[in-house]
């Protein structure tokens, strides 16, 4: 059976363009994110500090619902290894509610990270590094652990994060808990020195202590990711519609009671020194 030309070509454009990625001159710096939601192994250097402004937009349930998520983090060099981070979390959500729209905001806590980098994308065979973040609010706590790969391969960038999550939650007369396991993923190509443009994959699976334990939702999200960087500051957007529901589906295929139909995260770097 012969390959149609149409396919051809692209497939044929496809591998042109990766290898092109491959001789692309890149001009990163060392703490810059390519992808808003995959973790990188990078940290930065010892009493280097960094501002890291945090917008995360969620779109669309099976009733009108938009989600603004707010994080300003503060992120500190510690050693050579170690960086650490303080978050400061905000939420302001507006949904349809019994037929009529009702808005809140509110304090969401503040959060402690702590990241050591085990391996370097670039002189070793793969990058890794091991992330543990803490969050406490007033509605709800949590407890986060991340195993971070990745690798720089010419002007290539791919990253791999598993990240389990346990979350209690205090918004009922008895606490509840919950469970989150979630696989991140993204691929870029510096297209300039400063620019990359790529695509980030995001699983995301969580059990409610409510419900036995028993998975309450699982979705997939992909979607384009972008990044620009300078020597003093860096930017990265991805925008992620929700393409399948693993579990849980509500409205055409999707989970839509959970998960929202669109998730898009900007954030801004600026180096202090």
Known sequence: ??????????????????????????????????????????????????????????????????????????????????????????????QEIEGARASKFEFAGVSSEWKYKLADPVADPFGAALYGELTAGPSESELEAKLILDKHLGALVAAFNLTAEHEW???????????????????????????????????????????????????????????????AWWAALTILPQIAAIEGATDGGLVLDGHERVEARLIFGVHLQ
């Open 1 to 94: 059976m012969k390959t149609p030309v149409p396919a051809l070509a692209l497939n044929t454009g496809l591998l042109a363009g990766a290898l092109a990625c491959l001789f692309i001159p890149t001009e990163a710096t060392a703490t810059e994110r390519h992808f808003t939601y995959t973790y990188g192994s990078a940290v930065l250097n010892r009493g280097d500090v960094e501002v890291e402004p945090w917008t995360t937009l969620r779109v669309e349930r099976s009733g009108f619902y938009a989600r603004f998520d707010q994080r300003l983090e503060v992120e500190v060099g510690l050693a050579e290894r170690l960086q650490s981070s303080w978050y400061l979390n905000l939420t302001a959500i507006n």
């Open 169 to 231: 939650i205090y918004e009922s007369a008895e606490t509840e808990r919950e469970f989150v396991l979630e696989l991140d993923g993204g691929l870029a190509c510096f297209l300039s020195p400063a620019l990359t443009a790529g695509l980030e994959i995001r699983s995301h699976s969580d059990w409610e202590s409510a419900e036995g334990w028993g998975m309450q939702h699982s979705a997939l999200f992909a979607g384009p990711a972008l990044s620009y960087a300078q020597p």
